[in-house]
């Protein structure tokens, strides 16, 4: 699996949209990009993924560039509730059973008041 | 609430002992994945089962193993503890391909297991 870059910590005003990048320049054509958040000590939350094209859910948007060496992960609408650790990977989907996660130290997002 | 459950949640025990946690997947998911997180580590990958196989094996130590049964709860043994062994372990299950949601995987609370 492709290795992943991210800064260490964010901080972001209540309220206001959070932009977490994400760098992985060695992503391979069959790799998607994985988005997962771990709240203090609660087990690791899925929150989107995508393989070229942007992405949006319930959660959040994924924004993959063209070249697919980077993306960006948006909250639209960030709440102190969304202070947690978050974690981009990248990992190959294949057509049989599913694979392990490679977690990284993540970005340690802090929603401000 | 994922829908994987962890038991115990909480674990304290002495070096050179022998403990078991237990993992139920959500109902329908065929693959379990275990992980350890602890402080200098981080989050990493030990161990998945597929429908009561082994299917990939990551950074797990001879003293521990892992099996899956037929009702496809999942255990982890880890024997002859250290101090190091001390972390949480996380439980993690995802549907089988093609089912809904079967890119995700879900976390179960995680077991905290403290070696003295």
């Known amino acids: 699996d492709a290795k992943t870059t991210q800064p260490p910590s964010m901080d972001c005003a209540e309220g206001r949209a959070a932009n977490l990048p994400c760098n992985h320049s060695t992503i391979s054509g069959n790799e998607y990009v994985y988005w997962y958040r771990q709240i203090h000590s609660q087990g690791p939350q899925y929150i989107i993924h995508g393989l070229k094209n942007n992405e949006t859910n319930e959660m959040a948007s994924l924004i993959i560039t063209e070249d697919r060496k980077s993306s960006t992960l948006i909250l639209p609408h960030a709440t102190l509730r969304d202070t947690a650790v978050y974690y981009c990977?990248?990992?190959?989907?294949?057509?049989?059973?599913?694979?392990?996660?490679?977690f990284g130290k993540g970005t340690l997002l802090t929603v401000n008041p | 609430d994922s829908g994987v459950t962890q038991t115990p949640k909480h674990l304290i025990t002495a070096t050179g002992q022998r403990v078991t946690l237990r993992c139920s997947p959500r109902s329908g998911d065929l693959s379990v994945y275990w992980y350890q997180q602890s402080l200098d580590q981080g989050l990493q990958f030990l161990i998945q089962y597929y429908n009561g196989e082994e299917r990939a094996k990551g950074n797990i130590l001879e003293r521990f193993s892992a099996q899956q049964f037929p009702d496809l709860h999942s255990e982890l043994n880890l024997s002859s503890l250290e101090l190091g062994d001390s972390a949480l372990y996380f439980c993690?299950?995802?549907?089988?391909?093609?089912?809904?949601?079967?890119?995700?995987?879900?976390f179960g609370p995680g077991t905290r297991l403290t070696v003295l």
């Open positions: 990977i990248v990992r190959g989907n294949s057509g049989g059973s599913n694979y392990k996660l490679t």
């Open positions: 993690a299950s995802s549907a089988p391909p093609g089912g809904r949601a079967y890119n995700e995987q879900f």
